[in-house]
């Protein structure tokens, strides 16, 4: 849990060397640790929770304990180079709010979520059920995921708000989907930036 | 888990505390510049120290004290029973702030009733006891003073300061007036300046102490009286901005003294009015009326964004590569999280680096001075990083 996964591994080739970074929902810090070891990135990480708070501050992670969904009043405009948000929209209420506020306190937003549409889903769908993946370990009456939604979903909610899709793919047992990730892949990785 | 010492009582120290302690004293010769103009010439500070500086002298920790702490930070003094330092759950060997491997510093601020030069001792001018004619001294001097001590005991760079509240001011103020001087600052529970609420109780507490007929103009030490009447009142409405609207009615709810009312409107009824009485006497017999006017102007008066044109971001400026620990309580009203998330913001604006724990604790203000696992968790981690970054 705490180590580098691959999908960490994955997000932190998409930031550049020495950037100024924001992740929002950053958990116990790994990910920001790494950036900082390996590529000489700063930042801070955004969390609500005591624990992934305390370990942050055990790495040397800084951390700001705050609800995302009072936004980010305390980040001027434009004020890091990668706002990471990853495996965290589906947590708030406020998603399209917190959007915006991505893109308007990073040059580039990099976001992560689960693929509603990955097929496994969809077949359990059909089948009369909702799923429980390991994706979405949850069954549908105690899942934190306030907010599902696909791929394709999320296209159609960036260019509502005027967001510039930068890149986009599928992520799929430790490997990229570019071929139809709507279909294909479990998480969803998109790379956006304000209009 | 047993540390040497263990099984033995008396002298020898307990597990985890620091044993008795002892005070010293440091006189100053040369006259101290206030920012009010006027200057302090000679004076006295007392302090304590904990723990041991090591060789490269790069492992000194200052703690600042609040409204009405002192330099007795941690362990006991050997002729007093129970007489525990005010932050005694942090400082010691194997506790957050840890005396094993950083030497702490608490110092006595100029002003106080505790020891360092005071209202209570004779005016060279005069020959009799300053009183109300005390300068009025600021968070910035203060922070001064601490600054020439740490001259006098040979240490150039702190490690850290730390401190909660009033010493939270203090433990910012360092960042901006000596920022060559330290490497982190760690505050909680405090507030880039006072509320126009916060003024608000202030004055009310002074009003009381000043009205006081035993007060005589704050001179009141040669009619051989105490102004005990406004100290109680004023510590009586303190106490109640430092506790919880929840706390205050697990403690107490509207438990009675009797079974029966009263129908008294000056006995005591209910057990919140007996202890904020207590809390009154107790406090009015140890504290000198002076020393709460000034403390309290001190809180009044700081306000770093000030010179900057009410820009705290401008002021932080200062601060460029410190490194910062800001730590607030959600159920204090008195320096409430929004306020402790101002200095946060200045910070982030600066890039500096700053980590930001909101504990939800239900003790309001008097939370910094308690135990809690994740409060004392952060403390501790952070910490341990500065110790680990320690050079030998």
Redesign the interface.
Known sequence: MSEVTTEMELIADLVPAGARVLDLGCGDGALLAHLQQAKGCSGYGVEIDDANVLACARRGVNVVQLNLEEGLALFGDRSFDVVLQLQTLQHLRNTEKMLRETARVGRMGILSFPNFAHWPNRLSVVQGRMPVTRTLPYQWYDTPNIRVGTFADFEVLARRNGLQVLDSFGFHAGRVVRRWPNLRASVAVFRIAGG | MAAPGFFFSGDRPQMGSLGHVTPQRQRFDAPLPLRSGAQIGGYDLVYETYGRLNAARSNAVLVCHALNASHHVAGTYADQPKSEGWWDNLVGPGKPLDTDRFFVIGINNLGSCFGSTGPMDVNPGTGRPWGADFPVVTVEDWVDAQARLLDVLGIDQLAAVLGGSLGGMQALSWTLRHPQRLGECIAVATAPNLSAQNIAFNEVARRAIITDPDFHDGHFYAHGVLPRRGLRVARMIGHITYLSDDSMEEKFGRQMRAAELGYSTQDIEFQIESYLRYQGDKFSEYFDANTYLLITRALDYFDPAAAHGGDLAAAFAAAKDKRF?IVSFTTDWRFSPARS?EI??AL??N?I????????APHGHDAFLLEDP?YH??LR??F??IARGLKA
């Open positions: 620990t998330r946060v913001k982030v604006d890039r680096d700053v980590s930001y724990a909101e504990i939800d994740r968790g952060v981690a952070t341990d990083r």
